[in-house]
T-cell receptor, first 113, second 111 residues
């Protein structure tokens, strides 16, 4: 069975440019998470979806970040415009919900120049 | 102060050594996870614990709920165990779905 798929794996952009990340969760997993991980730190939750509903987006910087999960399966995370401080690894994870194990994708490493 | 503290931050061992990584947390939890992150970013879930002890191969994870402490042990360590090991907890307050992560312990096992 395929795991969580993310693309692209790496992205380098100049500041003020837009960028988008894509995530395909494990089939049947209703809960989807986007995390940001800065160098030397643990992941920090940006947004959590239950099906197509964003149930926790309290840590998402809404002035420049947006996310969607229109059909309750794939999700995209967008940054517009990107800033230097957005350089990080963006991780997507999915689970069956509750305290069930979260399965992580390989992440997208974003570098903003 | 972070809600989840790991020690040590960095650990270097020789192949074959017994390794212990510690995790302390300050909030009530419903579960604790140990995760492994290899260079390149991918994270793999090793254990989910709510009490006692779990073993998988050379990995052993224990948790003491009263002391708010967990340990991850690796027996007969091998260079392929080199990775960052992350402790994450599910706080009871704020919803059990939310994971709070430690900063990780970077393990290097030399041949």
């Amino acid at each position: 069975e395929a795991g969580v798929v993310q693309s692209p794996r790496y992205k380098i952009i100049e500041k003020k440019q837009p960028v988008a990340f894509w995530c395909n969760p494990i089939s049947g997993h209703n809960t989807l998470y986007w995390y940001r991980q800065n160098l030397g730190q643990g992941p920090e939750l940006l947004i959590r979806y239950e099906n197509e509903e964003a149930v926790d987006d309290s840590q998402l910087p809404k002035d420049r970040f947006s996310a969607e999960r229109l059909k309750g399966v794939d999700s995209t995370l967008k940054i517009q415009p990107a800033e230097l401080g957005d350089s990080a690894v963006y991780l997507c994870a999915s689970s069956l919900g509750g305290t069930d194990t979260q399965y992580f994708g390989p992440g997208t490493r974003l570098t903003v120049l | 102060k972070n809600e989840v503290e790991q020690s040590p931050q960095n650990l270097t061992a020789q192949e074959g050594e017994f390794i212990t990584i510690n995790c302390s947390y300050s909030v009530g939890i419903s579960a604790l996870h140990w995760l492994q992150q290899h260079p390149g970013g991918g994270i793999v879930s090793l254990f989910m614990l709510s009490s006692g002890k779990k073993k998988h191969g050379r990995l052993i994870a224990t948790i003491n709920i009263q002391e708010k402490h967990s340990s991850l042990h690796i027996t007969a360590s091998h260079p392929r165990d080199s990775a960052v090991y992350i402790c994450a907890v599910c706080p009871v307050v704020g919803g059990s779905e939310k994971l709070v992560f430690g900063k990780g312990t970077k393990l290097t096992v030399n041949p």
